[in-house]
């Protein structure tokens, strides 16, 4: 088959430096069919890098003005990225598409339409009723897009979770027509010796809705604990700055890194992996992929106890706190740097529940649909 995705990032290189969940599920997908397959990524002409290029065997077409990464907004921007893709997809020849986030999802159907050929969504989490609840009045755009999303005829949504699938059924047309294939996850091999001092770990998208800036108040807790603890934040987003402000103001700035983006995934999961406990605060997850990541590294996990991150961890390899809980927060990453024994046993058994999303093994199941799909789609006249 030729496949044709689309996502509004793509990594600019096979160190896979990904700044989201949407663009890593794309980069490992599009990696492992483009060894049976060819596929051709159309992506963000992002600043350094090249507008037509080859990574691995995955073929990738930067469209549109150069343009800066962003994580919420710049509506003009991605206007334009929309309509550039289009018109670069319009003129191809594809088996079938594939979108991968929010954005993507409205012109991959285009596309779908323009070419007559089924259209595949990746879907990550259904924000309907959510939108202006998380983003204010601009997360009206965002609840008109995806309720528009939801209305077409897609030939497949492709959910990555359980907890995701129950939500679209309740607002998608068709349930036959949603499947769950999860994230993937590359298991590492030899992993590096743990920090000398207590060390939690953080990789997120510094944007509210992670609430990030409650493992900050909760750090301010436990120092009086741990004096020598420390917390590693990996991210960027527009909150950044005032994260680093909350570090200052609370007195615990000596204890926080923000490292930014880390271009290398390697690099990113040899930093979680020297970590004593992994932290991820945010309560609005479809399935929680750095959580897994984590798991894979044997790095037991906090997290906030939605539905997403029970289903994808089988309640192994972590500990759960109430969302928005501070205190609870604290309490339990508390539990974990008291408690060796129990760090490595939560490591060892979640380290044991990630082999059983390997990537190899995701992408046997996505390939089986795109193939059945491909066989079998017939274009519906009535759009």
């Known amino acids: 088959m030729k496949i044709c995705f689309v996502t509004e990032y793509f990594p600019s290189g096979d160190t896979c430096d990904v700044r989201g969940g949407a663009e890593l599920v794309a980069f490992f997908e599009a990696k492992y069919l483009s060894k049976n397959h060819t596929v051709e990524v159309i992506t963000s002409f992002e600043r350094g890098t090249k507008k037509k290029d080859l990574i691995g065997n995955v073929h990738v077409y930067r469209c549109g003005k150069v343009r800066e990464y962003v994580q919420k907004n710049a509506f003009i921007d991605r206007f334009l990225f929309i309509?550039?893709?289009?018109?670069?997809?319009k003129k191809q020849r594809y088996d079938l598409v594939t979108g991968f986030n929010f954005i993507t999802y409205p012109v991959a159907w285009q596309i779908s339409r323009k070419l007559r050929i089924p259209c595949l969504i990746r879907y990550h989490d259904v924000l309907i009723g959510k939108w202006i609840l998380t983003f204010g009045i601009t997360g009206l755009i965002g609840e008109l897009v995806e309720r528009y999303v939801l209305s077409r005829k897609f030939a497949a949504i492709i959910a990555v979770s359980d907890y995701t699938a129950d939500n679209l059924k309740r607002v998608f047309h068709d349930r036959n027509r949603i499947h769950v294939i999860p994230v993937g996850v590359e298991i590492p091999g030899t992993l590096p010796p743990k920090a000398a001092v207590p060390t939690v770990a953080c990789v997120s998208r510094l944007v509210t809705y992670k609430h990030v800036d409650d493992l900050l108040k909760a750090l301010?807790?436990?120092v009086k604990e741990f004096p020598d603890?420390?917390?590693n934040i990996t991210g960027t987003g527009p909150e950044e700055d005032n994260?680093?402000?909350l570090a200052i103001r609370i007195g615990i700035q000596e204890q926080v890194t923000f490292t930014g983006f880390t271009?290398?995934?390697?690099?990113l999961l040899n930093m979680i992996a020297s970590s004593h406990v992994f932290c991820l605060p945010g309560t609005l997850e479809g399935f929680g992929i750095v959580i897994l990541e984590s798991m894979a590294c044997a790095v037991p996990f906090i997290a906030a106890d939605i539905p997403a991150i029970r289903e994808m961890s089988d309640k192994k390899g972590g500990l759960f706190f109430a969302g928005r809980d501070v205190a609870d927060l604290a309490g339990k990453i508390s539990t974990l740097l008291k408690n060796p024994a129990l760090q490595k046993r939560l490591g060892s058994e979640g380290r044991q529940r990630a082999n059983e999303f390997q990537w190899t093994d995701i992408i046997q199941q996505t390939e089986a649909i795109y193939k059945k799909i491909a066989d079998e789609w017939n274009f519906p006249e009535k759009q």
Do not use: E, P, Q, T
Not at 83 to 89: I, P, V, W
Not at 263 to 267: I, N, T, V, Y
């Open 229 to 231: 603890i420390r917390c």
């Open 243 to 245: 994260l680093k402000r």
């Open 263 to 267: 271009s290398d995934r390697k690099d």
């Open 83 to 89: 309509c550039s893709a289009y018109l670069y997809a």
């Open 220 to 222: 301010a807790i436990l």
